[in-house]
């Protein structure tokens, strides 16, 4: 009995540092941005007025904010069928290549964009799209199409989108990498089976991989899906939320009201709704998720 609670005494030795830790750095500061959303905060002269829910009533007619929002939801669906779908369609693809050197070499090649920093690849694509010097419009005048030459980062109809592709060309090999992991521990006696069966490679995917999947399916959507609503340093390199907020999304936002317009607590009302946004997502996803759970 002693020695029961003397393993359960220092076990929580272990934690409540982490416990601590967490609850500074991540719970206080929640708390503490939650109370700043109720105030008119003048950042730069300290100046502070207790405004209530004031500034919550102005999101719901700040047209700024309900266009960031939408990009923010272009961004997640656009990201779910790319580095969800489309990274296991191509994990599998690569999994099914028979030499193992291919393989790597496949790996490697995907990989490697995601090890360009996201300022990095903003810049690089900044320069791709630049209407005058950039490589995208003087090969599309080369291939006999000079008409779809365009400022793609100046126009509001072609700017997120413009955005939006380079973020899935970085973020592309990483979810491809991990979807390869997840058909690696699928048995090679299951994939055997189906052959043996008459199945071909599209069933195969289709009613062995994508079921036997399916969790690193779910977190992977967590994963993307939150990360859509977190973007920033892709949308400030780029076009810094312009051409006339069209590519704004809640992160620049939030830093253009906080820091630029000088109103720090609009900023955390909108920071609260991101939060709340992203944990709701990620709670009916993991529910989802354990409900798909797969075991062998």
Not at 118 to 141: C, D, Q, R, S, W
Request: glycine fraction near 8%.
């Amino acid at each position: 009995m002693r020695a029961t609670l003397l393993r359960r005494t220092l076990g929580l030795a272990w934690v409540v540092p982490a416990l601590v830790l967490v609850g500074v750095f991540v719970y206080l500061p929640l708390v503490q941005n939650l109370q700043f959303s109720t105030l008119k905060w003048d950042i730069y002269s300290g100046r502070q007025e207790y405004v209530g829910l004031d500034n919550y009533a102005r999101l719901l007619d700040d047209p700024v904010f309900w266009s960031s929002l939408g990009n923010n939801v272009l961004y997640a669906v656009v990201s779910i069928v790319f580095q969800v779908f489309g990274a296991l369609l191509l994990a599998a693809l690569i999994e099914s290549v028979r030499s193992q050197r291919w393989q790597r070499a496949l790996r490697a090649i995907y990989f490697v964009p995601c090890a360009i920093s996201m300022t990095v690849a903003g810049l690089l694509f900044y320069f791709i799209y630049e209407p005058n010097l950039g490589p995208l419009n003087h090969a599309l005048k080369a291939v006999g199409l000079p008409e779809l030459a365009q400022a793609w980062l100046g126009q509001e109809s072609t700017a997120m989108a413009a955005i939006i592709a380079m973020s899935q060309w970085q973020g592309f090999g990483y979810s491809t990498l991990l979807f390869a992991v997840a058909i690696q521990r699928i048995p090679s006696q299951i994939y055997g089976a189906a052959a043996i069966d008459g199945v071909g490679p599209v069933g195969r995917f289709v009613h062995v991989t994508l079921p036997l999947v399916r969790e690193m399916t779910g977190i992977m959507t967590i994963l993307t899906v939150s990360g859509a609503f977190q973007v920033f340093n892709e949308v400030m390199v780029m076009t810094a939320g312009g051409p006339n907020n069209s590519t704004q999304v809640l992160g620049t936002w939030l830093y253009r009201s906080g820091f630029v317009r000088n109103n720090f607590g609009y900023a955390a009302a909108i920071a609260t709704v991101l939060f709340v946004i992203t944990l709701g997502i990620a709670i009916a996803q993991l529910r989802a998720s354990r409900r798909r759970r797969v075991e062998w």
